[in-house]
């Protein structure tokens, strides 16, 4: 087990956005986290990463509790994440937007200094290596200088990808990366997902294609108004009747 939520709770005002949600990420899998808009699925990651603190419960990553912990030092010991809403620099280049991520990790800045160091010199050699194979793994090292925000949708997905890859986590948070994609561009993510899985990381994804839900995760949680009504594979998911009435319930309303 490397993460474990253990009755996480979240209110907001008067509103349970999240309550007693309790399950497991561990190493080397696919979980998918499934249910309607509002269900408390970006809260969860939000909970997770430590941009918000839960209201009840504890969040246990390596048997060490990291509720309150700041979230780049979340970061830093091993959970990174993308945004459902693409936070990119449009104005850097690919590369620099990778780059910018991990320079937050080291002693020297990014546009620190005229004077620097050969110890700064190799260092940011290092980091331009490390950002480079990173845009090769998602498959856009092509457009490594194009200006991020002139990128097509799909790719500025993958550079999120790439730039969450590059914080070395055990496990990445992805939250609907493929809204938006197209059907072939969707396939490619898919593709990269279990490339990331087969790194060994733990991939938590937040995402409505179904289909692809199915075939691509290892487990699925489902999530009904902030409650939890499902857990397991998928085959066990696609048959069971409170996911279903919470999808079918969804559609006549
Ligand atoms: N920062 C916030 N302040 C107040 N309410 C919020 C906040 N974030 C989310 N919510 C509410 O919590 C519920 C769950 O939202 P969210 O986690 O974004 O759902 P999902 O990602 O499953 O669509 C929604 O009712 C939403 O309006
Ligand atoms: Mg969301």
């Given at each position: 087990?490397?993460?474990?939520?253990?009755?996480?709770?979240?209110?907001?005002?008067?509103?349970?956005?999240?309550?007693?949600?309790?399950?497991?990420?561990?190493?080397?899998?696919?979980?998918?986290?499934i249910g309607p808009n509002g269900a408390g699925k970006?809260?969860?990651?939000?909970?997770?990463?430590?941009?918000?603190?839960?209201?009840?419960?504890?969040?246990?990553?390596?048997?060490?509790?990291?509720?309150?912990?700041?979230?780049?030092?979340?970061?830093?010991?091993?959970?990174?994440?993308?945004?459902?809403?693409?936070?990119?620099?449009?104005?850097?280049?690919?590369?620099?937007?990778?780059?910018?991520?991990?320079?937050?990790?080291?002693?020297?800045?990014?546009?620190?200094?005229?004077?620097?160091?050969?110890?700064?010199?190799?260092?940011?050699?290092?980091?331009?290596?490390?950002?480079?194979?990173?845009?090769?793994?998602?498959?856009?090292?092509?457009?490594?200088?194009?200006?991020?925000?002139?990128?097509?949708?799909?790719?500025?997905?993958?550079?999120?990808?790439?730039?969450?890859?590059?914080?070395?986590?055990?496990?990445?948070?992805?939250?609907?990366?493929?809204?938006?994609?197209?059907?072939?561009?969707?396939?490619?993510?898919?593709?990269?997902?279990?490339?990331?899985?087969?790194?060994?990381?733990?991939?938590?994804?937040?995402?409505?294609?179904?289909?692809?839900?199915?075939?691509?995760?290892?487990?699925?949680v489902v999530l009904n108004f902030g409650q939890k009504i499902a857990?397991?594979?998928?085959?066990?998911?696609?048959?069971?009747?409170a996911v279903?009435e919470a999808y079918?319930g969804k559609?006549?309303?």
């Amino acid at each position: 087990m490397m993460l474990a939520l253990k009755q996480v709770g979240k209110n907001f005002g008067g509103l349970a956005a999240l309550a007693g949600i309790s399950f497991e990420v561990h190493g080397g899998e696919i979980l998918g986290i499934i249910g309607p808009n509002g269900a408390g699925k970006t809260t969860l990651f939000n909970l997770i990463t430590g941009v918000m603190s839960p209201s009840q419960g504890d969040i246990v990553f390596r048997e060490k509790s990291i509720v309150g912990t700041r979230p780049h030092q979340i970061t830093q010991l091993g959970i990174a994440r993308t945004f459902q809403n693409i936070r990119l620099f449009g104005n850097l280049s690919a590369l620099e937007n990778v780059m910018v991520g991990m320079h937050c990790r080291t002693q020297a800045g990014l546009w620190q200094g005229l004077w620097r160091t050969g110890k700064q010199r190799q260092e940011e050699a290092d980091i331009r290596e490390k950002a480079l194979a990173m845009l090769a793994l998602t498959g856009i090292a092509d457009v490594s200088q194009a200006l991020a925000g002139s990128l097509p949708y799909g790719k500025q997905r993958r550079l999120e990808i790439a730039r969450a890859l590059a914080a070395d986590p055990e496990i990445i948070l992805l939250d609907e990366p493929a809204a938006g994609m197209n059907e072939s561009e969707t396939d490619d993510l898919k593709q990269l997902v279990a490339r990331i899985r087969d790194l060994g990381k733990a991939v938590v994804l937040i995402e409505h294609d179904i289909q692809l839900m199915m075939t691509l995760c290892d487990r699925i949680v489902v999530l009904n108004f902030g409650q939890k009504i499902a857990e397991g594979d998928p085959a066990s998911i696609q048959a069971n009747p409170a996911v279903i009435e919470a999808y079918l319930g969804k559609e006549e309303g």
